[in-house]
């Protein structure tokens, strides 16, 4: 893929929410304000990884806060391209390149924006290869690479940059200003060269969520299955087809947790699934037994349509596939495993892979 | 005694009810003139069963008119959207997502200004009154005769809608009508503006079709008061209609539910209507339809209006029967409204699901001789299909695990058998053909609260409870009998990544509406 038009939006956004394993939010608001930024400034142009120079600036931008703020107060789309040039100022850099930090519904179309408007090229990749909650996890903490300095930035037209001793605390001070910005900001950070992108990124995810979202689209068309469609473009396994027979949610600490049972149909009969998660899908049960955990993916698909489903949207009645797919391999390592393992969610658990359970 | 008119499309469905009873009930095609036709159709209930007009306590119509109206894009008035929430928002200003055609026809003009909440209300920005009154010249300047006002967060506080809508009132003069967004959609800013938009589309139209109905009623000597149904199955006024055109949009299917449900005597059920070509399967909790939580397109327009969740399968009376190898199928492909052509029983060449019904011996139309050779099997199987299917519908539908019972209607209801697999017993209630106007006529009167609430820690009873209140005085207020209204839908979601457990809160009161003397 070498440039993104507003006639992939569709395809990116739903590739996106299937990669962001139920969190990520409704991604219409995002998908809009791209097509308009698209609209008006024409194509993005896509570069891979691997062709990044190794001095490249490059900059990450994404949205922080609650996805269910943000349907109701719009982010501007200025307040995209703002903070990218606020954290460039910062540090002294012209940017060159824009990144993508995390795949999931809103956090895919915000960076087309900031491309869009600064005329710059856009990475295909990002910094996770899924969606995860905390802003410190991502594959460049992994390779040591600082979130801050970071900028943040809010509609009204207040911006601030963190520079901060970790990337725990650029999580935690970003989050309080978040709250204080009204609950929706858009943050540019994790500045790095070409060649720190080259080492940290999961390449190739843009390309990949378009895949999977035309993917879906072919298959419909086709009168194949989607599910088994994503299942391969995934290379990952379907771990059980059921309805959705309870679905329990409470709120503690900020974020929405809850477990979700889906009664085994089909192939699945007799069977029982429990999905835990925290805004994300994070562990997979099979009558009791773990299946597959964070960081591997767990997604939720309508059986039918394929359609990715949000936490927020499962309800008691629906048809879903449930499967998993590998997480980059970089995720598995000890220090992965600490970042986003199961048991930093609170699940006492040795982390169980996609392939592994059969 | 009690008038409920159904005001359709195609047919006009009118019924006198003294409590439950049905007294009378007729059936007739909508006239292009609705004063005249609803005259017509009072006539037709006196003729059928004479009637005091003193007697009458109250008249209730569902119509389809304004949704009508929009989805054929004509009487709209010219219209202006005007959206409080600068700086926030200013890159998708309203109208944004709107087909151009549906602009054009409302002559749709679009205005930015500053306010706006956050969510736990704060101000985004203050209101900027010199601002709103050079916008309102300029919609003097552009004719614009109805105005929807928006603002960022007006769920959590209505405070700058109000005093916008004070100051255009005062700019503008009363002529022009103005639509506030708070009163009319949930959280959700673009989805609830074009809700807005739609309804003050809506407000030069409503005020003439009420004129008229309410015309109608009174020349024929019923003095009681006029109320329109709204999209979840309760009551407006003839003053609320007016300023709230919008909120008729679903009625038609809420109302045949509602009514499939009294007649069958059951308040928790599901609904299934089997028609020629499609059934449409809904859920009634406690006699109010469960609500679809997904945006609805109207007319290309994407809303969130509280319409009824329903799930329409390929399944009608129609529907082509085929044999493949072993496998029998049923739909989705129909012969439609071609039935009564094509269906063998009537002497065509196409085996239909009535004609499967009809070598059953469960419906006696047409020929049965002509069916006389259906294979039995077949017979057995495509029945089996249908009942299956059917089954499968009210389960997706089914919101808990409880079983829930069948109401059925629709001509080609003959196709269900009394039990459907999942030990799902079918009813089937007499008058189904008039159902949408005892929904009607059987309607109560509703308050809702819908809102996001930060709960302090210990203060969760508090804060619900004061939910449920505020839900309970918008019923009173709008015309509840104080004694009978209850809480009928409570939900609350915790919204991730806020802090201080904010929470949203939907909580909707009915209670029976408090009839005059009569």
């Not at chain 1, 949205?63 to 540090?91: F, R, W």
């Not at chain 2, 209300?121 to 010249?137: M, N, P, S, V």
């Not at chain 2, 390929?314 to 493949?324: K, N, P, R, Y």
């Not at chain 2, 508090?462 to 505020?470: L, P, T």
């Amino acid at each position: 893929m070498t440039t993104l038009t507003a006639a992939e939006l569709p395809a990116l956004a739903r590739g996106a929410a299937v990669l962001g394993t139920g969190g990520g939010g409704d991604p219409h608001i995002g998908r809009l304000l791209a097509e308009q930024a698209l609209r008006v400034h024409g194509a993005v142009e896509i570069v891979s990884v691997d062709d990044l120079p190794d001095d490249a600036c490059v900059l990450p931008v994404a949205m922080m806060g609650a996805p269910t703020v943000m349907v109701e107060k719009l982010p501007s789309a200025d307040q995209i391209a703002i903070a990218v040039q606020t954290l460039a100022k910062y540090v002294g850099k012209t940017p060159t390149h824009i990144a993508c930090i995390e795949a999931g519904g809103v956090n895919s179309t915000v960076p087309v924006i900031a491309a869009a408007q600064l005329g710059l090229p856009l990475v295909d990749g990002d910094g996770m290869g899924r969606a995860f909650p905390e802003l410190q996890m991502v594959l460049p903490t992994l390779s040591g690479i600082e979130a801050t300095p970071m900028s943040i930035v809010d509609e009204k037209g207040n911006r601030g940059v963190f520079d901060t001793i970790s990337n725990q605390w650029a999580e935690r001070l970003a989050r309080s200003a978040t709250v204080d910005m009204g609950c929706s900001a858009i943050v540019s950070l994790y500045a790095m060269t070409g060649a720190e992108a080259r080492e940290s990124f999961v390449p190739g995810t843009l390309s990949q969520c378009v895949a999977l979202g035309q993917a879906i689209d072919d298959a419909r068309r086709s009168l194949a299955d989607p599910v088994a469609a994503v299942v391969d473009r995934l290379g990952g396994r379907l771990l059980h087809v059921g309805k959705v027979v309870d679905v329990q949610r409470r709120t503690t600490t900020g974020f929405a947790r809850g477990d979700a049972t889906v009664d085994g149909l089909d192939e699945s009969l007799g069977r029982l699934l429990v999905l835990r998660f925290q805004n994300e899908h994070l562990v997979a049960e099979i009558d009791g037994a773990a299946v597959a955990t964070t960081p591997d993916l767990i997604i939720v698909l309508d059986s039918e349509s394929g359609e990715p489903i949000t936490t927020e949207a499962l309800r008691y009645g629906h048809r879903v596939s449930v499967l998993a797919a590998p997480a980059d391999e970089r995720w598995h390592s000890p220090a992965g495993i600490d970042l986003v393992g199961p048991r930093y969610f609170g699940y006492d658990l040795d982390p169980i892979r996609a392939l592994e359970v059969v | 005694m009690r008038i409920g008119i159904d005001v359709g499309g195609t047919n006009t469905d009118a019924v006198l009810l003294d409590g439950t009873t049905v007294l009378a009930a007729n059936k007739s095609a909508t006239s292009e003139d609705v004063t005249a036709g609803i005259i017509d159709t009072l006539d037709r209930l006196q003729a059928e069963r004479a009637f005091d007009p003193a007697q009458v306590q109250a008249v209730m119509i569902g119509t389809t008119h304004f949704i009508n109206a929009l989805v054929e894009a004509r009487r709209l008035a010219p219209t202006a959207a005007l959206r409080l929430g600068l700086p926030a928002t200013a890159s998708l200003p309203p109208l944004v997502d709107w087909p151009s055609r549906l602009v054009e026809a409302v002559k749709g003009r679009s205005y930015l200004a500053h306010g706006g909440h956050e969510f736990d209300g704060r101000h985004i920005a203050e209101l900027d009154e010199d601002e709103l009154r050079r916008h309102a010249g300029d919609m003097v300047a552009h004719g614009v005769r109805s105005v929807a006002i928006s603002s960022v967060f007006s769920p959590v506080s209505n405070e700058f809608e109000l005093r916008a809508a004070e100051i255009l009132r005062s700019e503008l003069g009363d002529d022009v009508a103005i639509s506030l967004s708070h009163e009319i959609g949930r959280i959700g800013l673009l989805e609830r503006e074009n809700a807005t938009i739609i309804n003050a589309a809506l407000r030069e139209l409503a005020a003439s079709i009420v004129d008229g109905l309410a015309g109608a009623v009174a020349g024929h000597g019923i003095a009681a008061p006029l109320y329109l149904s709204q999209n979840d199955g309760t009551l407006m006024d003839v003053d609320f209609a007016r300023r709230y055109p919008v909120a008729t949009f679903a009625s038609g299917p809420t109302n045949s539910m509602r009514g499939a449900a009294l007649l069958s005597g059951l308040d928790t059920c599901a609904v299934v209507d089997v028609g020629g070509t499609t059934s449409d399967v809904g859920v009634l909790t406690h006699g109010f339809p469960r609500e679809a939580t997904t945006e609805v397109d109207v007319a290309g327009v994407r809303t969130n209006f509280r319409m009824p969740d329903v799930l329409s399968i390929g399944i009608g009376g129609g529907s082509l029967v085929a044999e493949d190898n072993d496998l029998v199928t049923v739909g989705p492909r129909s012969v439609g409204y071609r039935l009564t052509e094509e269906a063998l029983v009537f002497g065509g060449t196409t085996l239909t699901a009535t004609d499967i019904a009809v070598a059953a011996g469960w419906a006696s139309v047409g020929s049965v001789d002509a069916v006389a050779d259906l294979d039995p099997t077949l017979v057995k199987a495509a029945l089996a299909r249908v009942a299956a299917d059917i089954a499968d519908a009210v389960e997706r539908m089914r919101t808990s695990p409880d079983p829930l019972p069948v109401v059925a209607v629709g001509g080609g209801s003959i196709l269900l058998p009394d039990d459907l697999p999942g030990s799902l017993a079918v009813h089937r209630p007499d008058h189904f053909a008039v159902a949408n106007a005892i929904g009607a006529a059987i309607a109560q009167v509703g308050g809702e609260v819908d809102r996001v609430y930060a709960i302090d820690p210990g203060r969760r009873d508090a804060v619900v409870d004061e939910a449920r209140q505020e839900a309970i005085d918008r019923a009173i207020a709008a015309g509840a009998d104080p004694a009978q209204v209850r809480i009928v839908d409570f939900d609350e979601v915790p919204i991730p990544y806020l802090p201080g457990n904010a929470t949203r809160i939907r909580c909707k009161a009915v209670g029976d509406l408090r009839l005059g003397q009569s």
